[in-house]
């Protein structure tokens, strides 16, 4: 792919801006018809591929495509996977689980461009740092499949039932109103 002028950068943000919008429009459809991890998993494999494919993509409307399927299946992941934590999660304790998630998610980006950098410095080709990103996330998916997530639609289920029916397991305790609840100690 030979570097884009303006409006073709224009253009390519563009389609990767519709694409995640689409995808949030439909992220509940996908849930509604699929497991948690299978779309949550599946979604960063996706995502993961089209950014390998990428990477060595030299014409332009794949490029606008593939860019566009990164993101959106990227977006498919973290709505995903924000809507578990808040799903399983008692109210009380859901701000600092999404900062901690948020913090571990967002310092992973200077780690990552310093290594990115460091592989480019080496190779001389930022092709490499693209291809191994994706290839990386396709594989973190590949081994989360062998995780306890793979059973995170049993936690789902019994978040959704309400408290004092009988589920055979623990009872889910009921989500307070906020209001009720006041400040918390330490917050």
Known sequence: MSPPGGARIGLLFA?????????????PWFRRRLSFPVVALG??????????????????????????????FGLLLNINTGALRQAIVPNEMLGRIMSIAGVLAWSA???????????????GDVRVV??????????IAAAFAFSPIRRAERYLD???????????????????DPADVGPVAGS
């Open 158 to 176: 019994e978040a959704a039932v309400p408290p004092g029916e009988a589920t055979g397991t623990a009872p889910v305790p009921a989500r307070p």
């Open 130 to 139: 693209y291809f191994g990103m994706g290839v990386l996330s396709a594989a």
């Open 43 to 72: 979604a960063l494999v996706v995502s993961g591929l089209s950014l390998a494919a990428l990477a060595y993509t030299r014409w332009f409307v794949p490029a606008v495509l593939l860019w566009a399927s990164y993101g959106g």
């Open 15 to 27: 389609a990767g801006s519709l694409v995640v919008a689409v995808v949030a429009r439909w992220a």
């Open 109 to 123: 980006i200077p780690l990552g461009a310093l290594a990115g950098a460091a592989l480019i410095n080496a190779t």
